[in-house]
């Protein structure tokens, strides 16, 4: 940008609000003849991907997302940390990471989102459901989850 070989155009949240996907007009008078790619916040990439779409260009918008979607809301339970000895409630639809960070677990965790495998912890009881798949996972010696997309499905117990 200041070789002025590109113009960068800073909307900041705190002072200006959140980017409003009817502003792009504004902003980016050009934008459907351009390649875009956008991460954020699942609900700011889900109103882009219907922008783009009503507009007839959903192939020049690429997305980059760090949470994984829900496919299946689960039942949720009671998850106990059993190295650590806490145990707490947990929805169907929070990480097992975050519920064990939350209850001030001390869990290994890397990218967040499913990729890099550093979350990986023993399931030592109950089962477990893949929020990327829906997939249930049950106990067994040997079985390990990735806590950063996995959600209680019913009373757990994760060696953590
Ligand atoms: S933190 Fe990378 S796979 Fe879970």
Redesign the pocket.
């Known amino acids: 940008a200041a070789d002025k070989k590109l113009r960068l155009t800073e909307v900041h949240t705190d002072t200006d609000g959140m980017l409003d996907i009817a502003r792009l007009d504004e902003l980016v008078p050009d934008w459907a003849e351009r390649e875009t790619w956008a991460c954020g916040p699942a609900g700011m990439l889900d109103a882009a991907e219907r922008h783009w779409s009503e507009h007839g260009v959903p192939e020049r918008l690429h997305t980059e997302r760090f949470r994984p979607s829900v496919v299946v809301a689960g039942d949720g339970g009671e998850v106990t940390f059993s190295t650590t000895g806490k145990t707490v409630d947990a929805d169907g639809a929070t990480p097992l ?1 975050e519920v064990g960070e939350e209850a001030g677990v001390l869990m ?13 912890t023993p399931l030592k009881a109950g089962a477990v459901r893949d929020l990327r798949t829906g997939e249930i996972t049950e106990a067994e010696p040997g079985v390990l989850i ?4 996995s959600a209680a499905a019913g009373p757990c117990d994760i060696e953590q």
Do not use: D, N, Y
Request: charged share 5%.
């Open positions: 990471l290994p965790s890397g990218c967040r989102m499913g990729i890099c495998f550093g979350c990986v990735q806590t950063c997309v």
